[in-house]
């Protein structure tokens, strides 16, 4: 299984929420952004309430529930910025479903590995 390292730059946390609050951050540090969207990774949860939401849960592809329980991510503050580092297996279409409904558009792919 191959692994990809995303480094993410939430240039104003405040603001890194998706538009939907039952789905988005609610994190305020770096720490807590890291463990919200590590476990956005981990388990099914983020996936499970944005299915529920959509006009047919049932039709909603297997693809879009993917999880890798061996995902890490870690967060820094840096001057008014936050940056993580997200070690994962999972598709980048996948991924950055997941960045847009815990971030919304507030959120910059610095460098993929």
């Not at 956005?40 to 049932?58: I, N, Y």
Request: net charge negative; proline share 4%; hydrophobic share 35%.
């Amino acid at each position: 299984m191959d692994m990809t390292q995303y480094h993410i730059s939430l240039p104003d946390p405040a603001k890194a929420r998706g538009t939907d609050g039952e789905l988005a951050f609610t994190a305020h540090g770096a720490e807590g952004f890291a463990e919200q969207l590590q476990d956005a990774l981990r388990s099914t949860t983020l996936f499970d309430r944005w299915r529920g939401k959509q006009p047919d849960p049932d039709a909603v592809e297997d693809q879009w529930g993917a999880t890798d329980p061996q995902a890490t991510v870690t967060g820094e503050q840096k001057d008014l910025r936050i940056n993580l580092v997200a070690t994962t297996s999972i598709d980048s279409d996948v991924f950055k479903q997941r960045m847009r409904l815990l971030a919304g558009h507030n959120w910059e792919l610095r460098d993929v590995r």
